[in-house]
């Protein structure tokens, strides 16, 4: 089983719309990030967080320490949000293990 | 800043060749990373360095080499490249529990 576990893999939605994507972990953390990684091949870190909820423009992460669950929200979706969504947990030595992300494709 | 740069972009080896990947940065991060990303998988962390002159072993370290000779710089090596060596490589750096900064990866393939 994979230490962090995302879910779901590939997820298909028309513009407007309101997107979750799930994280878990079985690990313990020091802290969670979520990044995006365009087609280009680009990677970009959009939250890292310990505790509660973090937001930035339309996008939300939020973390319950004590389920080692996180999700990531993204409001009112447009076809640039395509991408793939990578959650990665640091752990106590400070490395990062990775999701296998998930692909979000915007529908216009 | 031009933040985390990688040389080259894209390389073609015959296996068996050597070659080194170089990641530079300018942001004066302690930590620096060698990712690599294989179709349908997460990264996985080669090796890392958590300060100039050390480096460590990270997931798959097996047939790779670094060098941390400079703050801001991290040299990733291949002394004899095989095809399961095939893969988009980044490089990423950060300050102690801060987030991570990528490189636009390098795209290796050996034949």
């Known amino acids: 089983k994979n230490e962090v576990e995302q879910s779901p893999q590939n997820l298909t939605a028309q513009e407007g719309e309101f997107i979750t994507i799930n994280c878990s972990y079985s690990?313990?953390?020091?802290?969670l990030h979520w990044l995006q990684q365009h087609p280009g091949g680009g990677i970009v870190s959009l939250f890292m967080?310990?505790?509660?909820?973090k937001k930035h423009g339309r996008l939300i992460a939020t973390i319950n320490i004590q389920e080692k669950h996180s999700s990531l929200h993204i409001t009112a979706s447009h076809p640039r949000d395509s991408a793939v969504y990578i959650c990665a947990v640091r752990n106590s030595n400070y490395q990062l293990i990775w999701g296998a992300g998930t692909k979000l494709i915007i529908k216009p | 800043n031009a933040g985390v740069t990688q040389t080259p972009k894209f390389r073609v080896l015959k296996t068996g060749q050597s070659m080194t990947l170089l990641c530079a940065q300018d942001?004066?991060?302690?930590?620096m990373y060698w990712y690599r990303q294989d179709p349908g998988m997460g990264l996985r962390l080669i090796h890392y360095s958590v300060g100039e002159g050390t480096t460590a072993k990270g997931e798959v370290p097996d047939g790779y080499n670094v060098s941390r000779l400079k703050k801001q710089n991290f040299l990733l090596g291949l002394e004899s490249a095989a095809p399961s060596q095939t893969s988009v490589y980044f490089c990423?750096?950060?300050?102690?529990?801060?987030?991570?900064?990528f490189g636009p990866g390098t795209r290796l393939t050996v034949t």
């Open positions: 990423a750096s950060n300050r102690n529990s801060y987030e991570q900064y």
């Open positions: 967080l310990s505790s509660g909820k």
């Open positions: 690990v313990g953390i020091s802290a």
């Open positions: 942001m004066n991060h302690e930590y």
